[in-house]
């Protein structure tokens, strides 16, 4: 089984996981789930940390391909048409993106010129696709719950989960966002855990679980069903719905949510300005 490399680039702001993964045989590469950097109080984006991918990229010589989605983030703004105008490749999120953009469209009351049908991205995945990254070959999951669009990309021995699970000590993914379900979800870590207990499996955030001095997102299938503490905590899907189900009603709001979701369903569009060229973000009350 292909082994590919894979470089991490942690943003601390939203405590969010890049990753560029490269085939092992060659310059072929993608990147999954990148980062723009906002600043809420200010209303200003900024491409640090995307900037910081691409340097790594063309000081490695890398052929982007792939710019990859495991989902609608919820708690940062995506960076990938800024990384495509600089490297190319294409965009690619799962199908279900139409349900999520059905969803929000009608939050943010976007109105009929607001396209709900994926066209925003280059590539929408079913279950069961596949693509090639070089020799690489990177088969796509469908693993909702989360949110109903959320992936896990399978890279030979490496699987990255997005939002799905987390490292052990931290558990898995909160499930109540509109169209989000924690039996869905429980369905979805079964999928991922049927993987080879040596698959390496990729997290999409950390946050440092009580006890833990470093930040972390790298584990294992084998690791995961041993230790993961929401897993071990229930023994059959009705317990794990009840203990996510009452986790959940406990959460906050991330908090970039209101822009996440406007730029993220777009692709990492911006909508579109006015007639002064001005872009602006709306604020639904009580919708959230």
Known sequence: MMTPDVTPFFDTATNTVSYVVKDPNGRAACIIDSVLDFDYAAGRTDTKSADTIISHVKQHDLDIQWILETHVHADHLSAAPYLQDALGGKIGIGHNIK???????????????????????????????????????????????????????????????????????????????????????????????????????????????????EFAWESTVGEQKAKNIHLSQTKAA?????????????????????????????????PEPDQDGDVFLKVPLNKL
């Open 99 to 213: 349900l999520v953009q059905d969803t929000f469209g009608k939050v943010f009351n976007e109105g009929t010129e607001f396209q709900r049908d994926g066209s925003q991205f280059d590539q929408l995945f079913e279950h069961g696709d596949s693509i090639m990254i070089g020799q690489l070959r990177v088969d796509v999951l469908h693993t909702p719950g989360h949110t109903p669009a959320c992936l896990t990309y399978v890279m030979g021995d490496a699987a990255f989960v997005g939002d799905t699970l987390f490292m052990p000590d931290f558990g898995t993914a909160r499930c109540d966002f509109p169209g989000g379900s924690a039996k869905d979800l429980y369905a979805s870590i079964q999928r991922i855990l049927s993987l080879p207990d040596d698959t390496r499996i990729f997290v999409g955030h950390d946050y440092k679980a009580p006890g833990r001095d």
């Open 238 to 270: 009705e317990d794990f719905v009840e203990m996510r189900e009452a986790r959940d009603a406990t959460l906050p709001m991330p908090r970039l949510i209101v822009p996440s979701l406007q730029v993220n369903m777009r692709a990492g569009h911006m």
